[in-house]
Nanobody, 120 residues
């Protein structure tokens, strides 16, 4: 079993910053890739940013230059630094990770989500 726990959401004014964390635990050998998704009310869940085991990153066009995804392999933790936040960034943010387990399985897991609210 693999668990992902997000933290760091909250309420911030437009132009402010937040840092989300995603801690993975369980029978993990390694995290293959990790991503952040978000879902606003009435909208579909969308990819925000993703990072591979080799450190390759990709971002949604709407967050390029403002958000930075990173990971700490030793801690099995990923981060999303969000700067210059806009009201349209308001959503529930979900962590997603593909992990290699000690059972030699690849497990895809989701966190419970953390609310980010940006006020204008």
């Amino acid at each position: 079993q693999v668990q992902l726990v997000e933290s760091g959401g909250g309420v911030v004014q437009a132009g402010g910053s937040l840092r989300l964390s995603c801690a993975a635990s369980g029978s993990i050998i390694s995290i293959i890739h990790m991503g952040w998704y978000r879902q606003a009310p009435g909208k579909q869940r969308e990819l925000v940013a993703r990072i591979t085991s080799g450190g390759y990153t990709n971002y949604a066009d709407s967050v390029k230059g403002r958000f930075t995804i990173s990971r700490d392999n030793a801690r099995n933790t990923g981060y999303l630094q969000m700067n210059s936040l806009k009201p349209e960034d308001t959503a529930v943010y979900y962590c997603n990770a593909a992990t290699r387990t000690w059972a030699l399985e690849t497990v895809n897991s989701w966190g419970q989500g953390t609310q980010v609210t940006v006020s204008s």
